[in-house]
């Protein structure tokens, strides 16, 4: 059974960091592309950042670009997002995704990250 849980999210101050953990099962963790998208309240879910398969290529939404990074564990099949300088618009749900062009994608069932004074 495959199962994304992500974990880590919480309540921060602005100016704040977090770090977000997707923990992969139930499938073959480095045959994917891992990434992490947001769904702010009221909006679509979109793209912030993603890694290959085996982290040496990254990409990142323009509007977390130098604050946010992606890395990954092939041997502990986790994917990390540490999150500097967090702004009152990133909070959102933050989702965990697995692609590949050949098995197809999956989801995990996101976590609350809320940035607020």
């Known amino acids: 059974q495959v199962q994304l849980v992500e974990s880590g999210g919480g309540l921060v101050q602005p100016g704040g960091s977090l770090r977000l953990t997707c923990a992969a099962s139930g499938f073959t963790f480095n045959y994917y592309t891992m990434g992490w998208f947001r769904q702010a309240p009221g909006k679509e879910r979109v793209f912030v950042a993603s890694i290959n398969w085996d982290g040496s290529k990254t990409d990142y939404a323009d509007s977390v670009q130098g604050r946010f990074t992606i890395a990954r564990d092939n041997a502990k099949r986790t994917v990390n997002l540490n999150m500097n300088n967090l702004r009152p618009n990133d909070t959102a749900v933050y989702y965990c995704?697995?692609?590949?062009?050949?098995?197809?994608?999956?989801w995990g069932e996101g976590t609350l990250v809320t940035v607020s004074s």
């Open positions: 995704h697995a692609a590949s062009s050949t098995w197809g994608d999956y």
